[in-house]
């Protein structure tokens, strides 16, 4: 069994968010996981892909990698000191409003489900890894996972940036339960006419 193989991401879910300038700096100063070379950034419209650069000179330059996808979004950043504020509004001077400082920043917002945010399967776990690297670089969002290592089930959670205790949890499904019990009786359903 070759680690590809042995290596899964199951679900996950992502609403990671932080400024396209961090994201840079991140990818340009991480330690990629084994298997992975580089990682392209490439941005098309307000659509940010990174895509995974393999090692193995083998792969076929046509053989699509896994990646991670981002939309671009321009946010107003506020710049001013939170204890500056509180004295300001303690202030009776009315007269002497000022404007608070601001610019506009743009955010890669990594935001939704597995096929969503991370694509292809050919190093899929390790573009997984990356994506947890740049979970606990933001500092606003969260990334909830289920992957597989070696036959282990592991969950992961990263809640602004820090990493927090996860468990897996097995319940019974609707599937599980005998026939009668639970749902929709769909053959006596008045709201249903012939």
């Known amino acids: 069994m070759s680690t590809e193989e042995s290596r899964h991401v ?6 990671l968010e932080l400024p396209l300038e961090d994201l840079h700096d991140h990818i340009d100063n991480a330690t990629f996981p084994d298997g992975v070379d580089d990682v392209e950034i490439t941005r098309r419209n307000n659509t940010l892909i990174l895509k995974a650069v393999a090692e193995d000179q083998s792969v076929s330059k046509y053989t699509p990698t896994a990646q991670l996808k981002a939309s671009v979004t321009e946010n107003r950043v506020y710049e001013e000191d939170p204890d500056e504020r509180r004295q300001k509004s303690f202030s009776w001077d009315e007269d002497e409003e000022e404007e608070i400082e601001s610019e506009l920043v743009e955010f890669a917002a990594f935001k939704g489900d597995r096929e969503t945010v991370l694509q292809n399967s050919l190093l899929q776990y390790q573009m997984f890894l990356v994506l947890c690297g740049i979970a606990e670089a933001a500092e606003k969002g969260t990334l909830t996972a289920i992957s597989e290592r070696d036959g282990d089930l592991e969950a992961t959670r990263i809640v602004d940036g820090e990493p927090r205790p996860a468990d897996i949890e097995v319940v019974e499904g609707p599937r599980d339960h005998g ?4 749902g929709v009786n769909w053959r006596d359903n008045k709201f249903i006419t012939d």
């Open 10 to 15: 199951y679900r996950l879910h992502s609403t």
């Open 179 to 182: 026939s009668g019990q639970g």
